[in-house]
């Protein structure tokens, strides 16, 4: 009965609920949006925004924030076009080992800052991002790299299940999507399973209890900062090998979207609180409605209004329900 | 008694030799260019656009919030303005009454949402930054719009005494302000929200006007800077300067603004603004692009952060 | 029990601060199975002691022995690794997880499994509330349990690591008279397991009745140690302060004065039901019942913070509906927080301020602009008229202790000229000196201005010192009246209790 009370007050029955209501509006607006070529579509396009979300899922639970994720995916990715095309590296499996060091790295250094300076995190991210970027763009000259080897052409056309439509066109569940679920899955297992994962929760719960109770902050902080690490850099090549060429300029700048999709998935600014399962949902949710203004024709400058709104709501929404709990206990 | 020097006391002293120690080594760097006269024509040109944004970011700071919409706003309002002036042909005056409208309805909403209903202000400030971003668009539809009287123009190029006008603007937002958060009733109010929500509901203070009149502020003082903005450039699009909005955290936080709310003064957040203006004019007489100079003022951040720790040290 | 070794002995210990002596050549042993009371006024040295005995601070001179051995350097984990746990007021508990995962938190550290084994970790959950016959769902949030279940998740804690020794710091002051119960029917269930318990608290009547043996505390040196049977309260509140307490009362008679509050079947589900007082001019009447007898609840539905579910309020004789505590302060009411830290100041921002906030409106000129030296100003009146100390008027108020800290928030009211003044346990956490002073404040607030004051408490004594009538609240409702002069201490004990 307990377990039927939790289910019921969940974030993500919530979610579940919002999507199947908005994939139902979606598709009376334009019946296309519920075919599998186009679902496909839109997974795949996404994975990229769904596999940070993951990460910065993580480290909003621990009660910390990281915004310097979009640099750190550029630096990593970067790093890995120039040296496939310098050094013509046909094989993918090797560049893709290449942004993960990169990823992790960068995201330890993040970690060692914010446990040694006990600043806020959003500020040291700040300036970290700032300085990724900016040293990225220094060196780089800002100069895109393209022209990849072409193992890497045919490992983006990869599919698990591929099916031909009526114009005759293959198309199918990409890989990319794959290993977002994939992430989600394994981001689950650690979180559920893995003592570290607990030991997330715990500090975003009650950091001064984590303290007292001799848990070993500065390890924690290093797991979740260099987990967002790991995960931008893979989420770097994944990035890279959706468009087939790297634009520096291209990823840093969504930070937000990334932030949004995490909160809208039940994850709390104060740490503490989120699932993997929830920013899934909240990056399909984000996910659906672009697709939905796409079909629709909707002209681009209309999708931020869209999109903005939805996220005034769904917060305003969430906010209310909060409320309602807090006045239901007592309390001013 | 003699009260000892608190924490924030020592930053700021740190601060200022920081301050001091750019400003020496930037100068011999320039071999002197830095402090000529045109030098600090265009500083006095440019600081005001950070100067006014930060002034904007800075009160939901003091609250422990923040307004991830101001950059959004600042830029609604220019368009607002700007299609005025030249679609509408309103004069110049009427145009800037309309931007701010317009800039001070989507504050009342935001504050609105934050003030009564609860909605934590990062995300409700990230929604309206979006949405507001999207309503600019769909105004501009991706284009520049330019082309404003003369008269207008000289809100952003013309002088005043040989001070630059936008200077002038930035100056009197800063007065503005000061004396609204140190010589007012709401001043005293937002500080002492800012630390603790609960006492002063008990002690009787209106917590929800306080909270809704800071957001009405942080999206006026973004107009302001919106209007400076389109004079200055004789143009006005939708997403210019994004990248300013976390600088105008960081701005706030070097001059003495805590994250979490209830201390900073207009003071300590001037000279932040100055010295990052003047940092970033440097790099420019150095050639540096952009970039790097945005690199270094992460480093300079983390770099006055740590020395913080080493000397200030332990919390009180 | 003589002649065991103790759980935890603490021998000629000596800690400075600086140079304040916290501690001087104190000795301090608990026996196996023992309930060892520790009081002691703020400053007494109560907290450096439990410091010390769980290893977050070193002594400068004396030694530490745990079952009888010698430690030669106590550190937190070794302590809890012998056996040496704290349950803090705050329980520093995760709300977030689950009780299960509360209570073998420390696992996380210690075992270095690779794998949380959920159903496992559950079912040992289950035995552990087993031992105190407690049925709680393992997998329920911490954070969604009342404050009493959670401070027994916080005990369990203690039991699943294998506690020797459970020190309490406080344990009651957020509980009911029924969780109080509770509370020491699990501590003479694992006395009997052979658990020794530590119970510090300033409520002098639970210490006498839990404990078997109590050391006061004073000045950072050890009174004595003293069996329950040759103690009363008011031999323990000698020994911890120096003086007598008197129960006599310092109220005149009042005359006929003018009714200025009424409160007619004053209802609020779950919370207090069917209650209705008057308040005269210049009077000082009590409400007495321990915390969740609804004495808070019903403040802040006067307040205007919690509206009634039926029910009316008079004012002067005029009926008043607060849509919020605004309201109420502008109809002349003022109330005083139970919760100092909390609900009464803004720590880290000045006293000026503190003290000013409620009176901003006088202190503008006629521009509308408020200079800051007019709150310094208005401060440093009250600083001068209240007695309170502090290093500035414009120091942090976290820099005070807690009795002039209470004056500020005390002063804030008083500036506002209020006609109604509701005192909620105004005396929690303040020396015996602070004490008194507030009392003198009370009255003479009553006798010269004429102000009604509502005195919320839980201590008999002060009741009876301090009021001219007495309202008993038991589960929610008035059960009783009484003059000082009609009632006994004892009497007026057994009433509350019930």
Known sequence: MALLGRIARSTEVYLVGVLLVLSVVLFLLNPKFATLENIFDVLRNNSFLGIVALGELVVLISGGIDVSFTAIATVAQYVMGVLITRYAIESVFLAFLIPIPIGIALGAFNAFLVNRTRVHPVIITISNLNVFYGLLMVISKGKWIYGFPAPFRDFARLKVLTLVSEKGVDYGLSIFTVV?????????????????????????????????????????????????????????????????????????????????????????????????????????????????????????????????????????????QQNLERKRRKGV | MKRPRGRRETQSLILAVVVVFLLVLLGILTKGRLLAPDSLQSIAFQLPLLGILTLAQMTPMLTGGIDLSIIATANLCGVVAAIAMTRGNVPPLGAMVFGLAMALSFGVFKGLLIAW???????????????????????????????????????????????????????????????????????????????????????????????????????????????????????????????????????????????????????????????????????????????????????????????????????? | MSGETPVLRLAHITKRYGGVVALRDVEFSVLPGEVHGLVGENGSGKSTLVKIATGVVQPEEGEIFIEGQKISRLTPYLAFKRGIHVVHQDLSLFPNLSVAENIFAHEYIERHRSFVAWKDMERRALEVLGRLGVELDPQEIVG?????????????????????????????????????????????????QGIAFVFISHRLDEVLEISDVVTVLRDGVKVGTFPKGELTKAKLSFLMTGKEITT???????????????????????????????????????????????????????????????????????????????????????????????????????????????????????????????????????????????????????????????????????????????????????????????????LGLARDRGIGILFISDEEHEVLKVCHRILVMREGRIVREYRPSEVTEEALRQEIVG
């Open chain 3, 144 to 192: 969604r349990l009342s404050f009493a279940d959670q401070q027994l998740v916080a005990i369990c804690r203690a039991i699943a690591s294998s506690a020797k020794l459970i020190i309490l710091d406080e344990p009651t002051s957020s509980l009911t008279f029924r969780e109080v119960q509770r509370l020491f029917g699990f501590i003479w269930e694992l006395k009997a």
């Open chain 3, 248 to 442: 006599e009362s310092l109220v005149a008679d009042l005359p006929e004065t003018r009714e200025i509050l009424r409160v007619e079947r004053l209802t609020r589900r779950g919370e207090y039901a069917d209650v209705s007082f008057t308040l005269h001019q210049g009077e000082i009447l009590g409400l007495i019942g321990p915390r969740g007898s609804g004495r808070t609840e019903v403040a802040l539905t006067i307040f205007g913070l919690r509206p009634p579910d039926s029910g009316k309020i008079f004012l002067e004789g005029r009926e008043v509906v607060f849509r919020s505590n605004r309201d109420a302060i502008r109809h002349g009411i003022g109330y005083v927080p139970e919760n100092r830290l909390l609900q009464g100041l803004v720590l880290d921002q000045p006293v000026a301020d503190n003290i000013a906030v409620t009176i901003l409106n006088e202190l503008v000129s006629r521009s509308g602009f408020l200079h800051p030296a007019r709150k310094i100003a208005v401060a440093e009146r009250a600083i001068r008229d209240f007695g309170i100390k502090a290093p500035a008027a414009d120091a942090p108020v976290r820099s005070l202790s807690g009795g002039n800290q209470q004056k500020v928030v005390l002063s804030r009211w008083i500036l506002t000229a209020p006609k109604i003044l509701i005192l909620d346990t105004p005396t929690h956490g303040v020396d015996v000196a602070a004490k008194e002073s507030i009392y003198e404040m009370a």
């Open chain 2, 117 to 316: 209903v609860s909605v934590p202000a990062i995300i409700a400030t990230l929604g309206f930054m979006i949405f507001i971003r999207g309503v600019s668009l769909v105004l501009t539809k991706g284009y520049v719009i330019a082309g404003f009287p003369g008269s207008f123009l000289f809100l952003g190029n013309g002088t005043l005494f040989g001070i630059p006008m936008p200077f002038v603007v930035f100056f009197l937002c800063a007065v503005f302000l000061f004396v609204l958060l140190a010589r007012t009733r709401f001043g005293t109010y937002v500080y002492l929200l800012g630390s603790n929500p609960v006492a002063t509901l008990f002690a009787g203070v209106n917590n929800g006007l306080v909270l809704f009149a800071t957001y009405l502020l942080s999206s006026f003082l973004a107009g302001v800077a919106g209007l400076v903005m389109i004079a200055r450039f004789n143009a006005a699009q939708a997403d210019y300067g994004e990248y300013y909005l976390l600088l105008t955290v960081l701005a706030c936080v070097l001059g003495g603004v805590d994250p979490a709310g209830g201390f900073g003064r207009i003071p300590g957040v001037v000279v932040s603004i100055a010295v990052l203006q003047v940092v970033a004019t440097g790099f420019n007489l150095l050639g540096l692009s952009s970039h790097l100079a945005s690199a270094l003022w992460g480093l300079i951040l983390l770099g006055v952060i740590a020395i913080n720790r080493m000397i200030g040290g332990v919390e009180t």
């Open chain 1, 180 to 320: 977002w679920f994939l992430v989600a899955v394994v981001t689950w297992l650690v979180l559920r399973y893995l003592p570290i994962g607990r030991k997330v929760y715990a500090l975003g719960g009650n950091s001064e209890a984590a303290r007292r109770a001799g848990f070993d902050i500065f390890r924690i902080q290093l797991f979740v900062y260099c987990y967002i690490g790991f995960l931008s850099g893979l989420a770097g090549f994944v990035h890279a090998e959706l468009n087939q060429m790297i634009q520096p300029n291209a990823i840093v700048g969504r930070e937000l979207d990334v932030l949004a999709a995490a909160i809208l998935g039940g994850a709390s600014v104060f740490g503490g609180a989120g699932s993997p399962l929830g920013v899934v949902l909240g990056v399909l949710f984000i996910a659906f409605i672009k697709n939905g203004l796409i079909l629709m024709k909707a002209s681009a400058y209309w999708h931020q209004v869209i999109m903005g709104f939805i996220i005034v709501l769904a917060a305003t929404l969430s906010a209310y």
